[in-house]
């Protein structure tokens, strides 16, 4: 059998002690995440996030670290490796339309996320990681990713 993981990028962006969080229904069902996405066929991992979070929230995200590289395995067997970025947004562009998966835009502070009632609706158990390992201070240079053409 061959391993296919998929490629995937997430944002952590901090701002007044809150945290960027799209709303996305996943079978029907309200589900929370970082602004993250798959890198596509010929984009870098970092144009990846960009572009992400872009079309998620209408916000200009600007890269400055890397916060982990994860591997996480579905319940339904698939594996996902999660590049997270931390940076910060300017630029929000209020007419934009966003990606038709996301229903809504919030910022959460940590304490909101952590409650047991949000649990259920995080789309994976990274979502709470990268902002653990963020306010752990976790920071990589964004140069640790290498395009080799």
């Known amino acids: 059998m061959v391993w296919t993981p998929r490629l995937t990028v997430a944002a952590v962006v901090e701002r007044n002690n809150q945290f960027l969080i799209v709303e996305e229904a996943i079978n029907g069902i309200a589900t929370l995440n970082q602004p993250a996405g798959h890198v596509e066929d010929g984009e ?48 929000h562009n209020t007419n934009a339309i966003l990606d038709p998966d996301i229903d809504a835009v919030h910022w959460f502070g940590t304490d909101e996320l952590r409650q047991p009632s949000f649990q259920p609706r995080l789309r994976s ?23 080799v053409i």
């Open 44 to 91: 870098s991992i970092t144009d990846a996030v960009i572009r992400e979070v872009m079309e998620e929230t209408a916000w200009q995200f600007n890269p400055q670290s890397i916060i982990g590289i994860y591997r996480w395995v579905h319940e339904n067997g698939d594996t996902y490796i999660r590049v997270a970025f931390s940076g910060q947004v300017d630029n």
């Open 125 to 147: 158990p990274l979502v709470l990681k990268c902002i653990r390992d963020y306010q752990a201070g976790c920071r990589y240079p964004l140069e640790i990713l290498q395009d």
